[in-house]
Nanobody, 127 residues
Framework: QGQLVESGGGLVQTGDSLRLSCAAS????????MGWFRQAPGKEREFVAA????????VYSDSLKGRFTISRDNAKNTVYLQMNSLKPDDTAVYYC????????????????????WGQGTQVTVSS
């Protein structure tokens, strides 16, 4: 059975950059869309960004667009999240998610869209 494995989290300072990776390993279906969510302590899971696997269409959280960039490498079956100008409010566990069936862009930001989830990677931004 396939799985999503995130990596790249860690402890950084305000203003630093970090790149997260999410690799699909094992027997995974052909994903239609992959995305990133995050969850800070005591808060609900929050949409960050998503990318269509076929046409590279992207959707971002309005509050994060401009600092975060999502991209993919089809050959490596991997999706990335480049995070720049990090702030303490970005501190959270970041989760990778994927879906293997068509869905419209308007649904990319809903966590219920995704059936496959990684275990998460911790990002901590110190002030």
């Amino acid at each position: 059975q396939g799985q999503l494995v995130e990596s790249g989290g860690g402890l950084v300072q305000t203003g630093d950059s970090l790149r997260l990776s999410c690799a699909a390993s094992g027997r995974t279906p052909n994903f239609y869309v992959m995305g990133w969510f995050r969850q800070a302590p005591g808060k609900e899971r929050e949409f960050v960004a998503a990318i269509s696997w076929t046409v590279s269409g992207t959707v971002y959280s309005d509050s994060l667009k401009g600092r975060f960039t999502i991209s993919r490498d089809n050959a490596k079956n991997t999706v990335y999240l480049q995070m720049n100008s990090l702030k303490p409010d970005d501190t959270a566990v970041y989760y990778c998610a994927a879906r293997d069936g068509f869905i419209s862009y308007s649904r990319y930001s809903y966590y219920t869209t995704y059936a496959y989830w990684g275990q998460g990677t911790q990002v901590t931004v110190s002030s």
